[in-house]
């Protein structure tokens, strides 16, 4: 995604002359910051250029707006959590790579939600869980049979009728009861309560207790999957909180978008995948087969990147530098390398989770439930912003049904 176009590349989309251009910046409509050492060269903000050509094609065909808008990308919200490019994302201007090494996903989550970094919140940096009432308790006993994030989807609305402040929308009330719904999560996730202090060393505990060095790759997925923009469980995420829904409603909303299969759902397909790899089959002969009956390649390609996910880039690299031998991980090396020979698309992130998910020998819905984990951050940051703007999300559909029939009515 290119973030800043020169003065030339700037009115030549816009189909403007540069003065015009410059008339647009003085009147606040385009952003510009100097570049290089020269005071006098500018560039311009790609994302003001495509809100002015978005306007102004809204004025001259209102019937084609909001054909496509949703799908292709187009922006319908603004937001100052995260920032998207070629090859790279920022969560509030810090890179989401470097934090993913450098960080813990608690401090991620105090810079998502408050915008410091080094902010401590209590309830994520405390040791153990919180107190769950005995009926949830009970509840949590006897769901061993789902998935933990349909452990999640149930326990959560029942928590959230034992937590008196859940109808506050005061941004710290907000943040507490984000930092609750988490640590409710991680003991859902993990299956029972750990005194371990972070979330991903309570993943470690409950899924690789002999694996110590498994902490430092959790805690690296959970921050790179902390948010991605408005994809669907980020807009549902929204929606919801636009109605005045509690935090526990948006969470759970976003849940159900969430697990669908276009969605965190896809690590199930790509687990599919090795499952005929597993059975010796040849890895390009594998993906030309699927290529030859039409189907995709789950695990590759991205609505938002050219190239390499860098999310999957970076949990990859983790993933060699940590298990350099481990049978999942040289036979997903083997798949990229395919790939990159048969495909136009490069992989994602999914594929470096569903790895990383063999590697640490998840439970049945395991990869899913890591991704929601991390993605509530993202959830309850947008819900933040969402509280603030206090405005309903209402669009309008563009309808394409049977016209009325004047003068016809019921005998």
């Keep these: ?18 003065s015009t251009l410059y008339a647009y910046v003085s009147r606040g409509l385009i952003r510009s910051e100097q570049s290089g050492g020269n005071r006098r060269d500018k560039r311009y ?37 995260t920032l998207i490019t070629d090859d790279c994302l920022y969560y509030r201007g810090h890179s989401a790579l470097d934090l993913a090494r450098e960080s813990t996903v ?14 401590e919140i209590p309830l994520l940096t405390q040791p153990g869980a919180v107190e769950l009432s005995p009926r949830c308790l009970r509840l949590l006993s006897q769901l061993s049979e789902l998935s933990p994030v349909e452990i999640v989807e149930v326990l959560l609305p029942l928590a959230a009728c034992d937590d008196s402040n859940r109808f506050d929308r005061h941004p710290d009330a907000v943040v507490k009861t984000g930092a609750r719904i988490l640590k409710i999560m991680i003991t859902a996730i993990a299956g029972r309560e750990y005194e371990a202090l972070g979330l991903a060393e309570i993943l470690q505990q409950a899924w690789a207790p002999d694996d110590p060095v498994a902490v430092r790759i959790l805690n690296a997925a959970l921050i790179l999957y902390a948010d991605h923009e408005l994809n669907a469980s980020a807009f549902t995420a929204r929606c919801v909180a636009s109605t005045g829904s509690t935090p526990y ?11 669908g299969y276009k969605h965190g759902g896809a690590s199930e397909q790509i687990e599919a995948l090795f499952a005929e790899l ?13 290529l030859r009956r039409g189907e995709n ?26 298990y350099p031998e481990h049978p999942a991980v040289e036979m997903t090396n083997q798949v990229i390398e395919e790939g990159k020979r048969l495909l136009s698309v490069q992989y994602n992130v999914d594929l470096a989770l569903a790895t990383l998910a063999r590697v640490l020998k998840f439970p049945s819905g395991g990869a899913v439930a890591l991704f929601a984990l991390g993605r509530t951050i993202g959830w309850i940051g947008h819900a933040l912003e ?19 029939v004047e003068g016809v009515g019921f005998a």
């Excluded at 409603?249 to 697990?259: E, I, Q």
């Excluded at 390649?297 to 940590?322: A, C, K, T």
């Excluded at 969402?386 to 009325?404: D, F, H, L």
């Design 297 to 322: 390649i789950p695990g590759f390609s991205h609505v938002v990147y050219r190239d390499v996910d860098p999310r999957g880039s970076v949990l990859m690299q983790m993933l060699n530098e940590s």
């Design 106 to 119: 608690e401090q991620v989550a105090a810079l998502i939600w408050t915008g410091n970094l080094y902010r």
């Design 45 to 81: 903000y790609a994302e003001d250029i495509q809100k002015l050509l978005v306007r102004k094609e809204g004025r001259q065909n209102p019937d084609r707006i909001a054909e496509g808008a949703l799908q292709s990308g187009s922006p319908v919200l603004e937001s100052a959590i």
């Design 249 to 259: 409603a948006v969470v759970t909303s976003a849940l159900g978008a969430l697990k």
């Design 386 to 404: 969402q509280y603030r703007i206090k405005g309903i999300i209402r669009p309008r559909a563009r309808y394409v049904g049977e016209q009325p």
């Design 278 to 290: 597993d059975a010796g089959k040849d890895v390009g002969e594998v993906i030309t087969t699927r």
């Design 1 to 18: 995604m290119v973030r800043y176009l020169t003065a030339k590349e700037a009115a030549a989309r816009l189909n403007v002359s540069v």
